[in-house]
């Protein structure tokens, strides 16, 4: 099977520097599945009010595709490994564009469970953090965090782009042209991919980026899909590593995607807060993750990732200790904004590199794609609690109080991180 375009490298954009038109491509995807993938906060007032459905209700529907979402991470890896870059994305956008466009017919919660629940969570799970672990470490040799933290950055500018603009159009003009929006946008990804990404550097005549000539790309593992996934399960479960990487990333997706992302929102909207004013506050903190992720990419090239990991834990829990004693006045939600965006997802390269360090570049995608599962089970644990605690306590000051706290945890759970030993890997195998 053919995995790559025929086209070699000199008669392509850019030539010898096409890993960066790879990384624009994989960017602009990673965007738009991030934009996918926070719509249900911008959804959750509107199909309240279009279908009388609880929060509770839609929480859990949220919840099901960002776990779904996480663990299909491990799997994808596998896939993507086993059937290239290309053929995996393409098939993910097609059935992501599917399965929004189908949810514009839906009446009952079951059809949303299945649409923005089980089918959008698999399709977004296989464009997520572990596509762009996997194109930064067989793209670049040289400055894989930078690679890393720019790609990561692209859920920041998929909030800054998507949120907005989707809200104005639900208050406007209702919630299907949204979805409506979101299926063509996903179609629109398939011909990109198709025509401008190649397997691999070898595939067009390259190197990888800041390879000295002669490397040989490393050999993907061999076997079935779900041997590879569980086999690299099984490493990584003899790595204290790990268990510590896991247990963070599951702290870093209940505070960012699951409460944040999805109940932000609606949290203004429980204090007065127009939603159109929140979904730019969302966008604000886009902004800045952009920024902050980016340099957490650059400060990953060049400090310990366990110290960097401390430090974004840390002040990610005192700012969700912060926000509901803020006032949600203008100058406490935008001290917010500013502080939680440049820290949102800052958590991904030095969990990347220490990742990476540890297993190796051919083991590391399945066994990040185990601590992503991670990430996006405390994610969707922390959707559906907060909407729960919302419609039970008719408030959300416990969950982001405990989030908080949890933060505070992770930070000093990277404390404990060992210095990354790939040798020591090796002997676990």
């Keep these: 099977m053919s995995q790559s375009p025929a086209l070699p490298a000199h008669r392509r954009p850019f030539g ?49 595709g960002i776990l779904l979402y996480g663990l299909c991470g491990p799997f994808a890896a596998a896939f993507i490994q086993r059937y290239g870059v290309r053929h995996v994305t393409m098939l993910a956008f097609g059935l992501l564009a599917l399965s929004t466009f189908a949810s514009s ?15 959008s969570g698999m399709a977004t799970g296989c464009v997520a953090n572990v596509l762009g672990a996997i194109v930064a470490t067989r793209w670049f040799t040289a400055r894989r965090g930078l690679v890393m933290g720019i790609l990561t950055a692209s859920t920041a500018t ?28 996903a179609a629109l990804m398939i011909p990109l991919i198709g025509f401008l990404i190649p397997e691999r550097p070898s595939s067009i005549g390259l190197l990888p980026w800041g390879a000295k000539p002669g490397t040989v790309p490393a050999v993907a593992p061999v076997g079935s899909l779900f041997a590879q996934a569980f086999g690299g399960l099984m490493l990584g479960a003899k790595s204290r590593t790990f268990w510590l990487l896991f247990a963070s990333f599951y702290i870093c997706g209940f505070t960012t995607n699951g409460l944040v992302g999805v109940h932000m929102i609606a949290l203004c909207a ?22 902050g992720t980016t340099l957490s990419g650059w400060l990953t090239d060049r400090f310990d990732s366990r ?30 904004g500013v502080f939680f965006g440049l820290d949102w997802i800052a958590t991904v390269p030095p969990t990347v590199r220490l990742a990476t360090e540890t297993f190796g570049d051919h083991r590391m995608p399945v066994i990040f794609g185990w ?18 605690s919302r419609s039970l306590e008719g408030s959300y000051l416990p969950a982001f109080l405990f989030a908080g706290m949890l933060g505070v945890v992770a930070a000093f759970l990277s404390i404990f991180i060992g210095n990354a030993d790939r040798r020591a890997a090796e002997r676990l195998a």
């Design 371 to 388: 601590i992503v599962a991670g990430h996006q089970l405390g994610a969707a644990s922390a959707a559906f609690i907060a909407g729960l």
């Design 270 to 291: 429980d204090h007065g807060i127009p939603e159109t004013r929140a979904a730019g506050l969302l966008a604000m903190m886009g902004f800045f993750d952009l920024i």
């Design 307 to 336: 110290k960097l990991l401390f430090m974004y834990y840390a002040l990610r829990g005192l700012a969700l200790i912060y926000l509901p004693y803020s006032g949600f006045g203008l100058y406490g939600l935008a001290a917010f």
């Design 105 to 119: 017919f839906m009446r009952a919660p079951w059809q949303l469970m299945l649409t923005w629940g089980v089918l």
């Design 16 to 64: 010898a520097r096409y890993a960066f038109v790879v990384v624009g491509v994989i960017f602009v995807c990673l965007l738009v599945s991030a934009g996918v993938r926070g719509a249900p906060g911008v959804l959750i007032i509107p199909w309240q009010n279009s279908f009388g459905w609880s929060r509770a209700t839609v929480s859990l529907a949220a919840a099901i």
């Design 158 to 185: 998929g909030t800054l782009i998507f949120t907005p603009v989707l809200s104005t159009i639900a208050i406007s003009d209702g919630w299907r042209p949204v979805v409506l929006i979101i299926a063509a946008a």
